[in-house]
């Protein structure tokens, strides 16, 4: 077949969707999947490569995706959990670093106020976050803590008359160098619990640094934040707050939403290496047509249908108030381990054109490593489905 013959712009199963796990949406959602899909075409893909080799948050997408209204999809908009993540695979499928931006905002902070802020403190924050007028980040992992955070967080709060003083510092907070909040999860002295604080960025002794020399979602604003004697109002503190096992319903939500990211970066994966494979042309014809490509390219594929048949079933259960914290770790562990297995793939099918950003898959093939560590590793969510099987905890 020669390349004239190929329609690149015509490929038969474009969205990648091959069990057409899609058709379990709503109409609706449906309806709202192809409006979105066709804002991040327009708004997001364009710029991703030029924003991530410049380690640069575009600031002037911020008031378009509030536009767009992504924040809160299931608690505000009643959309499913199954939508939520589709839409977030998407989301990560056009540009990783933008769907992070959009994970810690509205997964991690907003979810953090939605599933432990009072009522009364949810009708006073909820509005200004929601559409995105305050920006939020999430101060959980330390300098000296990441795995180890549950039991062994340094960041401290004392309570002093009808405040709060907040002492310690955070790494690698994403959103965190523009943000005009953070929730902090800090260890009361008093009792020992790990409790939450929202904390205006513009207080005294807040500070962020950003971390510099990633090679790895480069756009994502990542910061070190320092807290010295930093005032928090009693009000400020959340309500329902009051112990590691309390941040651990965000968590068990949040990491949903980061296996959802894997599918996307291996549907993104499949995307760049299928074109290339159909455009590029060895011996005279296009490297689409010799068996090892394509077998490159079914690999790629199957672990992307794989990956997403877990999240699918995965979200249904959380829809039905079922989901296990054992289950979000499994698939955690499970479709990441998938996801550096395709976009290595990837890189290689593009041989020398898979290591330069001018091809895409380089940055596909770096923004993974990240995926594959935060949100807990993959070793951390292969022992918690092991204590969960066993019974018997081998973590410490």
């Not at 490593?369 to 204590?387: F, K, Q, W």
């Amino acid at each position: 077949m020669s390349k004239a013959a190929i329609d690149i712009n015509n490929l038969p199963y474009a969205d990648g969707d091959f069990f057409a796990f899609e058709q379990l949406l709503s109409a609706k959602e449906r309806d709202r999947l192809a409006e979105v899909r066709d804002f991040l075409a327009r708004e997001v893909k364009p710029i991703a490569v030029d924003c991530w080799n410049r380690a640069e948050f575009p600031m002037d997408l911020i008031p378009k995706l509030a536009e767009i209204d992504l924040v809160s999809p299931v608690r505000r908009q009643g959309y499913s959990n199954l939508f939520a993540g589709i839409l977030h695979a998407e989301a990560t499928r056009a540009d990783t670093s933008i769907a992070t931006f959009l994970g810690v905002h509205d997964g991690l902070f907003t979810g953090s106020i939605e599933a432990l802020a009072s009522q009364e403190q949810q009708d006073a924050w909820l509005p200004d976050i929601y559409s995105l007028k305050k920006i939020g980040a999430f101060g959980l992992t330390e300098p000296l803590g990441g795995s180890d955070v549950a039991g062994g967080t340094r960041t401290t709060a004392r309570r002093e008359g009808d405040s709060w003083v907040l002492n310690g510092a955070k790494r690698w907070i994403g959103n965190a160098t523009f943000s005009d909040w953070v929730v902090i999860y800090a260890r009361d002295v008093a009792d020992n619990q790990v409790k939450g604080f929202l904390v205006d960025t513009r207080t005294e002794g807040y500070s962020a640094a950003k971390i510099e020399n990633k090679i790895s979602l480069r756009t994502v604003q990542n910061a070190d934040i320092t807290l010295e004697n930093v005032v928090v109002p009693d009000f400020f503190k959340l309500a329902n707050a009051n112990s590691f096992r309390d941040t651990n319903k965000v968590l068990k939500v949040t990491r949903l939403a980061v296996a959802w990211q894997a599918v996307g970066q291996q549907l993104a994966a499949f995307d760049v290496a299928r074109r290339y494979a159909v455009e590029r042309s060895q011996f005279g014809r296009p490297i689409a047509s010799f068996q090892l490509v394509q077998n490159q390219l079914v690999q790629i594929l199957g672990n992307a249908v794989s990956s997403m048949g877990m999240m699918v079933r995965l979200s249904q259960l959380e829809d039905a108030g079922e989901a296990k914290d054992e289950q979000s770790a499994l698939a955690k562990a499970f479709t990441t381990a998938r996801m550096r297995e395709s976009v290595a793939i990837g890189r290689s099918l593009l041989g020398g054109n898979g290591i330069v950003t001018d091809f895409e898959m380089a940055k596909i093939f770096s923004d993974a490593e990240a995926i594959y560590s935060y949100e807990g590793t993959h070793e951390i969510n292969t022992l918690v489905t092991g204590r969960a099987i066993t019974g018997i905890s081998a973590i410490v």
